[in-house]
T-cell receptor, first 116, second 113 residues
């Protein structure tokens, strides 16, 4: 069975501060995808990034960056120079590549509050 | 291009009643998954439909059932509602052949009283 843990339940920062969200996962499989989703108050889960287990390169997209480390089973997410619009709940998730279908196992989420 | 659409957006039901939630997948997607998200928690996988059949199922009782139609749209049915079934129900669609990431709808907020 797979498990995703997001130890931080809520983070509060002032606008322009950086914020890092932690994600630790457990799986016995060697081939999997990791994801980050953003959930604004509207409720819809917005896809942010997908990484496969073979690619440990860090990635940067605008103010977002991701640090994937298989050695520690972590896939952390950093928002640089946070803005009020970044306020949302962020979920880390995992799915197995070889299994039929793409069932997502989610962490409990981290609520980010960016104050002006 | 319409994304994933769900109906209704909000619903209030009485304990013991039955409810049907609906989902239309994103254009080009053939796989539909349903998730239950209790307040303050992450989404939990209920089941997935592909080619009109249930392909995977999470740890949910048989009171939860579903259906997928030839046009790939899907329904989630919950019988004998319990207060604990109150949650946001999310539908996600994806393309099995292309192994794309899942796209989510805005969900149906179900309140059982």
């Amino acid at each position: 069975a797979q498990k995703v843990t997001q130890a931080q339940t809520e983070i509060s920062v002032v606008e322009k501060e950086d914020v890092t969200l932690d994600c630790v996962y457990e799986t016995r499989d060697t081939t999997y995808y990791l994801f980050w989703y953003k959930q604004p108050p509207s409720g819809e889960l917005v896809f942010l990034i997908r990484r496969n287990s073979f690619d440990e390169q860090n990635e940067i997209s605008g103010r977002y960056s991701w640090n994937f480390q298989k050695s520690t089973s972590s896939f952390n997410f950093t928002i640089t120079a946070s803005q009020v619009v970044d306020s949302a709940v962020y979920f880390c998730a995992l799915t197995l590549i070889k299994a039929a279908g793409n069932k997502l196992t989610f962490g409990g989420g981290t609520r980010v509050l960016v104050k002006p | 291009d319409a994304g994933v659409t769900q109906s209704p957006t909000h619903l209030i039901k009485t304990r013991g009643q039955q409810v049907t939630l609906r989902c239309s997948p994103k254009s080009g997607h053939d796989t539909v998954s349903w998730y239950q998200q209790a307040l303050g928690q992450g989404p939990q996988f209920i089941f997935q439909y592909y080619e009109e059949e249930e392909r995977q199922r999470g740890n949910f009782p048989d009171r939860f059932s579903g259906h997928q139609f030839p046009n790939y749209s899907s329904e989630l049915n919950v019988n004998a509602l319990l207060l604990g079934d109150s949650a946001l129900y999310l539908c996600a669609s994806s393309s099995d052949a292309q192994e794309t990431e899942a796209f989510f709808g805005q969900g149906t907020r179900l309140t059982v009283v």
